[in-house]
């Protein structure tokens, strides 16, 4: 089945730096890839997504790439800001396209 | 119809009782999906229905756990006989369809067994 890791586990930045987040997947055959922010005793909103026949997405400060011959894709945070603070997860489809994986999480911490 | 509603968001109970937690989808969503979540990891699956039909169920599920969604709508989630192990936040997920797009999901129930 699909397997999805997240890396790394804790990032710590500045405010105004830049984070950036890392999945990896193992079923060739996913098409969908989504990221979740969670806040501290929150539910999971999705933030982006990207689906496998696009390399690049972009909203505001936030992007996700996907490189579908190696399997990984990234999300990308741009002059990052305390409220950005949270626990993100990557997802993959697994490889009937029915349901997510999720990964482990980040927990990103934004310093002012 | 303003997102995905769980209740109960807190149950403490004692071992060996039987729980039972309730979820009420976006109305339009055919697809509801039961996830559970512990301290510092990402949502786990259980199980997931199109419709009121039950098409999955994690292999790491106990036959504790029962899930249901008997008009397509609500769903419940039962554990019989739980146990400490079965802490956690349990998270219910709609979506439109399959392939169509990110999952909305609830504000969780958490459980504590003691």
């Known amino acids: 089945g699909e397997n999805v890791e997240q890396h790394p586990s804790t990032l710590s930045v500045q405010e105004g730096d830049s984070a950036v987040i890392k999945c990896t997947y193992s079923d060739s055959a996913s098409n969908y890839f989504p990221w979740y922010k969670q806040e501290l005793g929150k539910r999971p909103q999705l933030i982006i997504d990207?689906?496998?026949?696009?390399g690049e997405k972009k909203d505001q400060r936030i992007a996700v790439t996907l490189n579908k011959t190696a399997k990984h894709f990234s999300l990308h945070i741009t002059e990052t800001q305390p409220e950005d603070s949270a626990v993100y997860f990557c997802a993959a489809t697994d490889s009937g396209f029915q349901k997510l994986v999720f990964g482990t999480g980040t927990r990103l911490l934004v310093s002012p | 119809d303003t997102g995905v509603s769980q209740n109960p968001r807190h149950k403490i109970t004692k071992r060996g009782q039987n729980v039972t937690f309730r979820c009420d989808p976006i109305s339009e969503h055919n697809r509801l999906y039961w996830y559970r979540q512990t301290l510092g990891q990402g949502p786990e699956f259980l199980t997931y229905f199109q419709n009121e039909a039950q098409l999955e169920k994690s292999r790491l599920l106990s036959d504790r756990f029962s899930a249901e969604r008997p008009k397509g709508s609500f769903s419940t989630l039962e554990i019989q006989r739980t146990e400490q192990g079965d802490s956690a936040m349990y998270l219910c997920a709609s979506s439109l369809r399959e392939g169509s797009g990110g999952y909305t999901f609830g504000s969780g129930t958490r459980l504590t067994v003691v």
């Open positions: 990207i689906r496998s026949n696009v």
